[in-house]
C-alpha cells in the first residue's frame, strides 16, 4: 500500500521552462516531507524539504509549495537546466513521532529529461 | 570527504546463499537506513537505526537482517536470499533532529544485488 505517490512517471521540459513534478500522499499523519534527485548509477541526494507548519519552501531554483487540504505537493525547478535531467523523489514522514520519525516512505519517482 | 561507502558494488549470488552488503559512514552520524529500489516502486525502505543497538523495520523487512554494534557501521544481511530480492539497495546515514537535518540523508553509491 504505496501511501506517497507520483503519478507522472516522466516529464520532459525545455531549457529555461518551469518543470514542475507531482505528489500525492495519502496518510494525514505525515508532517514533512521532501525531494531527492538522483542521477542513474549514484546514490539520491537530498534536494529541499518541507514541513506541514509551512505552504512553501524555496531553495534557488527549487520551491515546493505544500497543500494539506488535498494531500498534494509540488516540486518546481525554475528555470529548468539540462544538469536537472534526473529521476525526483518525493518522501514523507511523521516527523513529530520520537519514535518513527525515521521512517520514510517514498514515492515511485518521476524522471525528468530537460532538452536543449 | 563525507561519504557512505558500500560493498560490493555488485553481486551475483545463488538463492540460499547467505550474503551481507556492508555499509560504513565517517560523518558520525546517527541515524542510519537501507532501502531497494525496483522499477515503478521507488524506494522502499528495509530497516533503519536511530543510534546504535537499535534498529526499526521499514516497510519491507522481510528476509533481510540488520545490525548496528558500532556507530559508523549498518551491515545488511540477506541469511537466504531467493530471486524476489534482486534489487538495487541503497544505505544511508543522516544526523538526528538535535544534531542537524534528519532528512538531508546522504546516500551510497548502492549495491546491485541479482540472486538467481
Known amino acids: 500500500d504505496q501511501q506517497v505517490k507520483q503519478n507522472s512517471p516522466s516529464l520532459s521540459v525545455q531549457e529555461g521552462r518551469i518543470s514542475i513534478l507531482n505528489c500525492d500522499y495519502t496518510?494525514?499523519?505525515?508532517?514533512?516531507f521532501l525531494w531527492y534527485k538522483k542521477y542513474p548509477a549514484e546514490g539520491p541526494t537530498f534536494l529541499i524539504s518541507?514541513?506541514?507548519?509551512?505552504d512553501k519552501n524555496e531553495d534557488g531554483r527549487f520551491t515546493v509549495f505544500l497543500n494539506k487540504s488535498a494531500k498534494h505537493l509540488s516540486l518546481h525547478i525554475v528555470p529548468s537546466q539540462p544538469g536537472d535531467s534526473a529521476v525526483y523523489f518525493c518522501?514523507?514522514?511523521?516527523?513529530?513521532?520520537?519514535?518513527?520519525?525515521?521512517?520514510?516512505?517514498f514515492g515511485a519517482g518521476t524522471q525528468v529529461v530537460v532538452t536543449p | 570527504e563525507a561519504q557512505v561507502t558500500q560493498n560490493p558494488r555488485y553481486l551475483i549470488t545463488v538463492t540460499g546463499k547467505k550474503l551481507t552488503v556492508t555499509c560504513s559512514q565517517n560523518?558520525?552520524?546517527?541515524?542510519m537506513s537501507w532501502y531497494r529500489q525496483d522499477p515503478g516502486l521507488g524506494l522502499r525502505q528495509i530497516y533503519y537505526?536511530?543510534?546504535?543497538?537499535?534498529?526499526d523495520k521499514g516497510d519491507v523487512p522481510e528476509g533481510y537482517k540488520v545490525s548496528r554494534k558500532e556507530k559508523r557501521n549498518f551491515p545488511l544481511i540477506l541469511e537466504s536470499p531467493s530471486p524476489n530480492q534482486t534489487s538495487l539497495y541503497f544505505c544511508?546515514?543522516?544526523?538526528?533532529?538535535?544534531?542537524?537535518?534528519?532528512?538531508?540523508?546522504?546516500f551510497g553509491p548502492g549495491t546491485r544485488l541479482t540472486v538467481t
Open positions: 544511508a546515514s543522516s544526523p538526528n533532529p538535535w544534531d542537524g537535518d534528519p532528512y538531508e540523508q546522504y
Open positions: 496518510n494525514s499523519m505525515f508532517d514533512y
Open positions: 518541507i514541513s506541514s507548519i509551512k
Open positions: 518522501a514523507a514522514s511523521t516527523f513529530s513521532s520520537t519514535d518513527s520519525w525515521g521512517k520514510l516512505q
Open positions: 560523518m558520525n552520524h546517527e541515524y
Open positions: 537505526s536511530m543510534n546504535v543497538e537499535v534498529t
